[in-house]
């Protein structure tokens, strides 16, 4: 390799450093803040803070952000076992069979990507209430199952399609039906794609706001995004603790997302373009 | 009749019905029943029930009686609406040029062999992951007020510190700003990933043929890209329109309306004026704008 093409190499990655740290500026800054009490953070003139405190991370145990966060866990693993169970199924049809049922599910997936959730919440909302879900995880565990629906089932069938299908053909052909061959052959071999698809549906419902905010209104209810959104207007001067919150909940999506990324391509293109 | 009891056929119907009765069918069948039922509670039930809302005129806490097309006039000779129409308009245009540049642009620079390249495409990715409201409170800050980063940024050029977030104009710049990069890492991935699907020896030919670098993406990347950018702006074009998060977590869709889109409309209808019949017909009117666009962009695919 000659100098000029190491040079070039090396010249590419140095301005992608710089565009990638411009990109994720706010998000750095946010970090960095949340180690500074709020009159350091409004008295101070450079980017890199002086001192670090955790005091706005201690503080927020006097604030209901713990309620917050097992709200958002609860609604999460319950929104994630709800569609992945319906997901899982319907991605094994789609990647086995083919027929005018399944043609018209597929079709009513890519509708429900484009689906405005708005024209849903308000007829939800009043049937809902006398069911006494509003207020409640089990409305937006309903709601979040469907709006992860089309991404997640799209993921599944993907993965199912990796897996060939003599092996089923096999458990076929020694009586088995095609629901006790997928049940006993095919989900024990499914392990990593089932557990990518969990991720995905667990960051979705985790990082939800619209429905949270228009079904969950108590502070005993809201999950984090509702609930650090009142935080934002009741102590509007406040940003050291708002932005220890907003740290605190962005910190589960990127761990997971670390564990996902590699799949992302997979969901997001075949979803997309398959339709 | 006779003719059809003679011949050894069965019936049409019944070889439908058979049909549906074979393990091809019920099997796919018992498989999709739970994501269908889903559907019909969450789709399919309110879409009627919301329909069927747009012609009364109830409230949250009791039914309304059957108006007719009242909400409809009342809602198209409101000049709130027109305005959000507008924005919406804007907001989605905005959003699709500078996702569609920025992706690409991101995409064309990722695929170059470079080290550390699997390290920058996850990072890139960052804006795309973390929570709406997450991203807007590190935004907010940075637009907060005169010492905010930036003003300061301004200020070291010598300019005035401006009020991003009371002044109609840049509130709409910034709600734009955010949504562009909030949503930019979906459109780069997935060019990426049509980016390299491109077969390598079309390159090729194009170098045999003498062409330039720029001219190999104009008639090579470009015209194979061409199908998955229409449908990745079909995508962009929906997601932008029912956006709640960007303009109502900003500033609750001000200052004055300014950032207020059909679906903030919409909610501000059904739960700050308890208003369920103008909330459900302005849903319905999103719903036609989108599906009208939506048309037109799958037209402008067939076509190519």
């Known amino acids: 390799m000659t100098n000029d093409t190491l040079l070039k190499r090396w010249g590419l990655t140095g301005a992608m450093t710089v565009i990638v740290l411009l990109v994720n500026l706010p998000i750095i800054l946010l970090m960095l803040n949340s180690l500074q009490t709020t009159e350091q953070i409004l008295a101070s003139r450079s980017i890199i803070p002086a001192s670090f405190t955790l005091a706005n991370y201690e503080g927020l145990t006097n604030t209901p952000f713990f309620t917050y966060l097992r709200n958002s866990l609860i609604v999460s693993l319950g929104a994630t076992a709800f569609s992945v169970t319906a997901a899982v199924l319907a991605g094994y049809a789609l990647s086995r069979f083919r027929n005018g049922l ?42 979040y199952a469907v709006v992860n629906l089309p991404f997640v089932t799209w993921m599944a069938r ?16 020694d009586g088995c039906g095609h629901i006790e061959a997928f049940i006993r052959i095919v989900l024990p071999l499914s392990g990593p794609g089932l557990a990518a ?6 960051l979705f419902s985790y990082n939800e706001f ?30 050291g603790s708002l932005m220890a919150a907003a740290t605190l909940t962005m910190m589960p999506t990127l761990i997971l997302f670390l564990f996902v990324q590699k799949f992302i391509t997979h969901g997001a293109i075949a979803g997309g373009v398959k339709g | 009749m006779t003719v059809a009891l003679d011949s050894n056929e069965a019936p049409a119907w019944r070889t439908r019905a058979r049909q549906m009765l074979a393990p091809e069918f019920v099997t796919p ?150 949504k562009i990069w909030r949503s930019f890492p979906f459109m780069m991935l ?47 074009t929906i997601w932008s329109v029912n956006d709640f998060d960007t303009p109502w977590l900003l500033a609750q869709g001000g200052p004055a309306n300014a950032t207020e889109n059909l679906v903030v409309l919409a909610y501000r209808y ?27 962009l799958l037209r402008l695919q067939r076509r190519s």
């Not at chain 1, 698809?197 to 667990?202: K, R, T």
């Not at chain 2, 329909?51 to 909400?71: A, I, P």
């Not at chain 2, 890209?225 to 990745?232: A, C, G, R």
Request: charged residues 10%.
């Open chain 2, 190 to 236: 997935s060019l990426l990933a049509a980016l390299q699907s491109i077969d390598r020896s079309l390159y090729e030919a194009a170098a045999i043929d003498g062409a330039t670098k720029w001219q190999s993406f104009w008639n090579v990347t470009l015209p194979q890209i061409k199908n998955i950018s229409i449908v990745l702006c079909l995508l962009m």
């Open chain 1, 102 to 143: 399944l043609d018209a599910y597929s079709t009513a997936l890519f509708a429900v990507q484009m689906f405005p959730i708005i024209l849903a919440l308000i007829p939800l909302f009043l049937l809902f209430r006398p069911l006494g879900f509003i207020n409640s995880p089990v409305s937006v565990i309903i709601v």
């Open chain 2, 29 to 178: 069948a018992i498989l999709l029943a739970p994501s269908v039922l889903l559907l019909l509670v969450v789709i399919a039930y309110p879409m009627v029930q919301g329909f069927f809302f747009s012609f009364t005129d109830g409230s949250l806490m009791k039914g309304g009686d059957v108006v007719g097309f009242e909400n409809y006039t009342k809602l198209l000779t409101s000049p709130a609406f027109w305005h959000s129409l507008r924005f919406s308009a804007i907001f989605a245009a905005c959003n699709i040029a500078g996702c569609y540049l920025l992706g690409l642009g991101l995409a064309l620079l990722l695929q170059m062999d470079m080290p550390g390249r699997g390290v920058f495409r996850v990072l890139l990715l960052l804006p795309w992951i973390v929570p709406s409201l997450v991203s807007i409170v590190s935004w907010r800050w940075m637009v907060n007020d005169e010492k905010a980063l930036f003003n300061q940024v301004i200020t070291l050029f010598g300019g005035d510190p401006i009020y991003f977030l009371s002044n109609s104009n840049w509130a709409v710049t910034i709600v734009i700003l955010i």
């Open chain 2, 270 to 296: 059904t739960f700050a004026r308890n208003d369920v019949g103008m909330g459900a017909a302005t849903s319905f009117v999103t719903l036609f704008v989108l599906m009208a666009l939506v048309f037109f």
């Open chain 1, 158 to 173: 993907s993965y199912f399609d990796t897996i060939p299908r003599e092996l089923e053909e096999a458990a076929l052909i």
């Open chain 1, 197 to 202: 698809v969990s991720i995905f549906a667990f």
């Open chain 1, 210 to 239: 619209f429905v949270a905010n228009v079904f969950l209104r108590t502070t005993e209810a809201m999950t984090l995004p509702v609930g650090i959104q009142m935080f934002m207007q009741q102590f509007s001067t406040d940003w």
